[in-house]
T-cell receptor, first 113, second 113 residues
Framework: DVKVTQSSRYLVKRTGEKVFLECVQDMDHENMFWYRQDPGLGLRLIYFSYDVKMKEKGDIPEGYSVSREKKERFSLILESASTNQTSMYLC????????????FGPGTRLLVL | DQQVKQNSPSLSVQEGRISILNCDYTNSMFDYFLWYKKYPAEGPTFLIS?????DKNEDGRFTVFLNKSAKHLSLHIVPSQPGDSAVYFC????????????FGKGTLLTVNP
C-alpha cells in the first residue's frame, strides 16, 4: 500500500510567520504535489515536482514556495503566512506511468490568525 | 475558466438506490479521467478511472461512464450504502501534461439509511 504522510494534522500560526508543511511518501514515486482544498473551490494545485530539485508552479503558487531535496520528501513553505492561507493542505504523489493515479496524504488543516 | 465542472454541489439518495454523480469537461485534450472520494478530515482516496478510449469501466458497485461527444462522465454507485456518504471529486488529465490532474469542485453525496 502506498503511504503518504504529512507532518501535522492541525496547525495554528500567526500572520507573518514562516510555515513549513512536510510530506513524505514511501513508494519511490517520481511526482509529488501540493494542493489546497477550500469549500466550494475543490482542490487547487499549488506546486508540483516531477523529480528531485525540480518543481513547477501549479494554478495558485502565489505566496508559496516548495523544496524537494530528496525523492521521498516534498515541503511546502509559506514565507509569510496570511489569513487567506487558512485552508486544508493536501499532499499527493504518483508514479510516472500512464495511469497517473495520485495518492493523497491525510491533509493538514492550517489556521492562520 | 473551470475545465472540469461538477454542477451539483450535493446529492441525497436512499440506501439501496442508485447514486449518479455527474461531471462535465471542456478541454478536448483530456484523455484520462478519475474519481476520488473524500471523507471529512481525510485525504481523497482513488476510486475508479477511465481512459478516453473506453466508454465504461466497472469495479464492484462503482461504474464510470464516459460520453466523449458530450464531454460528460458519470459515476454510478449501485446499491448505495451509508458508508458511501462523502465528497466525490472528478479529475482529468490532459494529453499534453504528464503530471497534472485538474479537479472539479466536488459533490457531497449523502446516503440516508
Amino acid at each position: 500500500d502506498v503511504k503518504v504522510t504529512q507532518s501535522s494534522r492541525y496547525l495554528v500560526k500567526r500572520t507573518g510567520e514562516k510555515v513549513f508543511l512536510e510530506c513524505v511518501q514511501d513508494m519511490d514515486h517520481e511526482n509529488m504535489f501540493w494542493y489546497r482544498q477550500d469549500p466550494g473551490l475543490g482542490l487547487r494545485l499549488i506546486y508540483f515536482s516531477y523529480d528531485v530539485k525540480m518543481k513547477e508552479k501549479g494554478d495558485i503558487p502565489e505566496g508559496y514556495s516548495v523544496s524537494r531535496e530528496k525523492k521521498e520528501r516534498f515541503s511546502l513553505i509559506l514565507e509569510s503566512a496570511s489569513t487567506n492561507q487558512t485552508s486544508m493542505y493536501l499532499c499527493a504523489s504518483s508514479l510516472d506511468t500512464v495511469r497517473k493515479t495520485q495518492y493523497f496524504g491525510p491533509g493538514t488543516r492550517l489556521l492562520v490568525l | 475558466d473551470q475545465q472540469v465542472k461538477q454542477n451539483s454541489p450535493s446529492l441525497s439518495v436512499q440506501e439501496g438506490r442508485i447514486s449518479i454523480l455527474n461531471c462535465d469537461y471542456t478541454n478536448s485534450m483530456f484523455d484520462y479521467f478519475l474519481w476520488y472520494k473524500k471523507y471529512p478530515a481525510e485525504g481523497p482516496t482513488f476510486l475508479i478511472s477511465i481512459s478516453s478510449i473506453k466508454d465504461k469501466n466497472e469495479d464492484g458497485r462503482f461504474t464510470v461512464f464516459l460520453n466523449k461527444s458530450a464531454k460528460h462522465l458519470s459515476l454510478h454507485i449501485v446499491p448505495s450504502q451509508p458508508g458511501d456518504s462523502a465528497v466525490y471529486f472528478c479529475a482529468a488529465r490532459s494529453r499534453g501534461s504528464n503530471y497534472k490532474l485538474t479537479f472539479g469542485k466536488g459533490t457531497l453525496l449523502t446516503v440516508n439509511p
